[in-house]
């Protein structure tokens, strides 16, 4: 199996700043990409942004600019981050880590994380 374990959601008020980390740990061969989604109540889950293994990211644009997406490997634990800067009330929703890849049985997987919520007050 694959876990992804989030932290770093919280309020915030307009303006300010969060950090999002997701570690990937488990049965993984290897990871094409993991990137953060988030869903606003009323509202479908969109992506936020991603990154590959190669280090390609890509960005919802209503964060461009303000967030960045970035991962490290340390001791067969893949990490992705999200810095969250200039935070508007809209980017609150709860925010979900997502990696897809191969496991070590290389059967492909596609995990999500538990949610992390975030809430930027005006």
């Known amino acids: 199996q694959v876990q992804l374990v989030e932290s770093g959601g919280g309020l915030v008020q307009a303006g300010g700043s969060l950090r999002l980390s997701c570690a990937a740990s488990?049965?993984?061969?290897?990871?094409?990409?993991m990137g953060w989604y988030r869903q606003a109540p009323g509202k479908q889950r969109e992506l936020v942004a991603a990154?590959?293994?190669?280090?390609?990211?890509?960005?919802a644009e209503a964060v461009q600019g303000r967030f960045t997406i970035s991962s490290s490997r340390d001791n067969a634990k893949n990490t992705v981050y999200l810095q969250m800067n200039s935070l508007k009330p809209e980017d609150t929703a709860v925010y979900y880590c997502?990696?897809?890849?191969?496991?070590?049985?290389?059967?492909?997987?596609?995990?999500w994380g538990q949610g992390t919520q975030v809430t930027v007050s005006s």
């Open positions: 997502n990696a897809n890849g191969r496991r070590t049985s290389y059967a492909d997987f596609n995990s």
């Open positions: 488990g049965s993984i061969f290897s990871i094409r990409a």
């Open positions: 990154i590959t293994s190669g280090d390609r990211t890509d960005y």
